[in-house]
């Protein structure tokens, strides 16, 4: 059986445990050679959904197993623009510190601080937004 077969869904398994924050399944993976930047239909790496559930334990081992983090999704989304959009903050601290760029723009020219909080409900706080703007803004 192919590893890195990707099914109905468009997901490959790699894609679909880094989603779900399934980390042992992950290191297996992995450690049995899945590739960490197939993508899906939609364009997502494992990193990217990683990235927007918040699996931060799972963006580390993608990144170990050398995932390229500034890769962005057929909206022009990246990893980083989805931990904002979601809230994220520890994850954002974390990519930004291992070379995530903050100046990538989506395809409705977006950037990360543009999308900071957009995809929370409840809303983020006014704390919180003003820490990830200052974050982001350095």
Same mark, same amino acid.
Request: include cysteine; aromatic fraction near 4%.
């Given at each position: 059986?192919?590893?890195?077969?990707?099914?109905?869904?468009?997901?490959?398994?790699?894609?679909?445990?880094?989603?779900? /924050?399934?980390? @042992?399944? +992950?290191?297996? &993976?992995? %450690? $049995? =050679?899945?590739?960490?930047?197939?993508? *899906?239909?939609? #364009?997502?790496?494992?990193?990217?959904?990683?990235?927007?559930? /918040?699996?931060? @334990?799972? +963006?580390?081992? &993608?990144? %170990? $197993? =050398?995932?390229?983090?500034?890769?962005? *999704?057929?909206? #022009?989304?990246?990893?980083?623009?989805?931990?904002?959009?979601? /809230?994220?903050? @520890?994850?954002?601290?974390? &990519?930004?510190?291992? =070379?995530?760029?903050?100046?990538?723009?989506?395809?409705?020219?977006?950037?990360?601080?543009?999308?900071?909080?957009?995809?929370?409900?409840?809303?983020?706080?006014?704390?919180?937004?003003?820490?990830?703007?200052?974050?982001?803004?350095?």
């Amino acid at each position: 059986a192919d590893i890195n077969y990707c099914g109905f869904t468009g997901d490959s398994l790699l894609m679909a445990f880094s989603q779900e /924050g399934k980390l @042992d399944f +992950v290191r297996m &993976l992995l %450690d $049995r =050679g899945a590739r960490v930047d197939i993508k *899906n239909h939609k #364009g997502n790496t494992a990193v990217i959904l990683a990235c927007g559930r /918040g699996h931060i @334990d799972i +963006v580390k081992l &993608l990144i %170990d $197993r =050398g995932c390229n983090i500034n890769e962005c *999704n057929l909206d #022009g989304c990246s990893g980083l623009m989805l931990a904002c959009a979601h /809230g994220h903050l @520890d994850m954002a601290v974390y &990519l930004l510190e291992h =070379g995530a760029d903050r100046n990538l723009v989506s395809n409705a020219s977006l950037t990360a601080v543009e999308l900071i909080g957009t995809g929370c409900e409840p809303p983020l706080s006014s704390e919180v937004l003003a820490e990830f703007r200052r974050l982001l803004q350095c």
